[in-house]
Nanobody, 124 residues
Framework: QVQLVESGGGLVQAGGSLRLSCAAS????????MGWFRQAPGKEREVVAT????????YYVDSVKGRFTISRDNAKNTVYLRMNSLKPEDTAVYYC?????????????????WGQGTQVTVSS
């Protein structure tokens, strides 16, 4: 079992920055690839970024490339999402998720464990 707890969300003006954190329980964090997803009101959940279990490979949805950075610290059982140049369309609940194995997936169906989510609101 892996329990995930997100933090770091909040209200920020357009152009601002936030760093989300996702702390994982358990001693096998490095066995899981991780992903950040988001869901805006009335929209489907979408992938934002994924990172491999070693941290060596990452993926970003086109809309956040160049603005967001996913990283992980396996010693601290934590994955991060640094978000710069935030836009109102980034407003959503952000979730982290874990999938057993080396590589992450853009499809949420492949993830075994999810956090409760953290709200990010970007005002214009």
């Amino acid at each position: 079992q892996v329990q995930l707890v997100e933090s770091g969300g909040g209200l920020v003006q357009a152009g601002g920055s936030l760093r989300l954190s996702c702390a994982a329980s358990g001693r096998t964090f490095s066995s899981y690839a991780m992903g950040w997803f988001r869901q805006a009101p009335g929209k489907e959940r979408e992938v934002v970024a994924t990172i491999s279990w070693s941290g060596g490979n990452s993926y970003y949805v086109d809309s956040v490339k160049g603005r967001f950075t996913i990283s992980r610290d396996n010693a601290k059982n934590t994955v991060y999402l640094r978000m710069n140049s935030l836009k109102p369309e980034d407003t959503a609940v952000y979730y982290c998720a874990a999938t057993k194995g080396p590589n992450g997936f853009a499809d949420a169906a492949f993830y075994d464990y999810w956090g409760q989510g953290t709200q990010v609101t970007v005002s214009s």
